[in-house]
């Protein structure tokens, strides 16, 4: 009868020892399994940041272009266009500018 419960509990011990390898087993897969979907949520969210930046630049580097063509349009305009002055419109301005340096140097004095 001794040797009857001795078994028993050996076999109830060898079945806890079993029951405690299969869940460490078990947590172990399932770590890796976690560890891995996070590894994976991760790449995928710095890809989608990755391809966001790489349109934001795009989209500047277009917007660049456009402005600078349209600063050489306008340049070319500029350029191309008839630069003359109404001399009566000049010599307002020469005067205007004289005497403003003649009063401004008069008061430092």
């Known amino acids: ?9 050996l076999s109830v011990e060898d079945k806890a020892a079993k029951i ?3 869940a460490e087993k078990q947590a172990r897969e ?11 949520i991760v790449s995928e969210a710095v890809e989608a940041v990755r391809e ?4 934001d630049v795009e989209s500047a580097e277009e917007l ?6 349209e600063y050489e349009e306008e ?10 002055v109404d001399p ?15 009063t401004t140097e008069f008061s430092e004095r």
Not at 1 to 6: A, K, L, N, R, T
Not at 30 to 40: F, L
């Open 1 to 9: 009868m001794q040797s009857e419960v001795i078994d028993d509990i």
């Open 20 to 22: 405690i390898e299969d």
């Open 30 to 40: 399932i770590i890796s399994k976690a560890h891995d979907e996070a590894a994976r």
């Open 52 to 55: 966001r930046g790489k349109a």
């Open 64 to 69: 660049l272009t456009k402005h600078l063509a």
């Open 75 to 84: 340049r070319e305009r500029i350029e191309g266009a008839e630069n003359t």
């Open 88 to 102: 009566a419109v000049l010599e307002r301005a020469a005067s205007r500018i004289i005497g403003r340096i003649c």
